[in-house]
Nanobody, 124 residues
Framework: QVQLVESGGGLVQAGGSLRLSCAAS????????MGWFRQAPGKEREFVAA????????GYADSMKGRFTISKNNAKNMVYLQMNSLKPEDTAVYYC?????????????????WGQGTQVTVSS
């Protein structure tokens, strides 16, 4: 298991930007596909973005393409989510997750380690 701690959430106006960070510890970070998920009140947890073990491949939910960018620094055991052009509907708790799968996965069932989440609130 890898331990994950998110940071960087907060309150931002619509159209603004935030950068979420996720620090990992415990196991070889480069062995993990990393993902970001989010959960809004009353809604199911949904996939946001994921990045391959090496960091060379990425995947995004359609509603985040062009606005969000996931990146990974294996030397620092960090994964990031740069969020631009934020909308009120992006308001949610954002979770960092780690998967031992070989390829990028979009289902939360494929991720075995989770952080505690960081709140992102976008005001209109």
């Amino acid at each position: 298991q890898v331990q994950l701690v998110e940071s960087g959430g907060g309150l931002v106006q619509a159209g603004g930007s935030l950068r979420l960070s996720c620090a990992a510890s415990g196991r070889t970070f480069s062995n993990y596909v990393m993902g970001w998920f989010r959960q809004a009140p009353g809604k199911e947890r949904e996939f946001v973005a994921a990045i391959s073990r090496s960091g060379s491949g990425t995947g995004y939910a359609d509603s985040m393409k062009g606005r969000f960018t996931i990146s990974k620094n294996n030397a620092k055991n960090m994964v990031y989510l740069q969020m631009n052009s934020l909308k009120p509907e992006d308001t949610a708790v954002y979770y960092c997750a780690a998967s031992t799968t070989v390829v990028i996965r979009r289902s939360s069932n494929d991720y075995s380690s989770w952080g505690q989440g960081t709140q992102v609130t976008v005001s209109s």
